[in-house]
């Protein structure tokens, strides 16, 4: 299973960013996705998580604001982020499990600037 993650960059508090994550090895379409985030000196948190028929729950942090979308046939899952804040600088991880193993994609990085 390989996860390649996309996006991210410096972003103006107030603005977007879209990262887009491509996943191999598995059949997509019957996997939950996620995206994680690691925050400066905090532990990884989910940020958002859709189901393979493409049902999505967010964390309080990233409700309203995120929104997390699949498409089965090009086997991406993207999270369209807006309204960013400064506090919202992090590491962001694309996330699925599969056969009893946690894979991760590389982390990208988003930096949003006050």
């Known amino acids: 299973v390989q996860l390649q993650a996309s996006g991210g960059g410096l972003v103006q508090a107030g603005g977007s960013l879209r990262l887009s994550c491509k996943a191999t090895?598995?059949?997509?379409?019957?996997?939950?996705m996620d995206w994680y985030r690691q925050l400066p000196g905090k532990q990884r948190e989910l940020v958002a998580q859709?189901?393979?028929?493409?049902?999505?729950t967010y964390s309080d942090a990233a409700r309203d604001r995120f929104t997390i979308s699949r498409d089965n046939v090009w086997r991406t899952v993207s999270l369209q982020m807006t309204s960013l804040k400064p506090e919202d600088t992090g590491v962001y991880y694309c996330?699925?499990?599969?056969?009893?193993?946690?894979?991760w994609g590389r982390g990208t990085q988003v930096s949003v600037s006050s």
């Open positions: 090895g598995i059949n997509f379409k019957l996997f939950a």
């Open positions: 996330h699925v499990a599969a056969r009893g193993t946690d894979f």
């Open positions: 859709i189901t393979g028929g493409g049902s999505a």
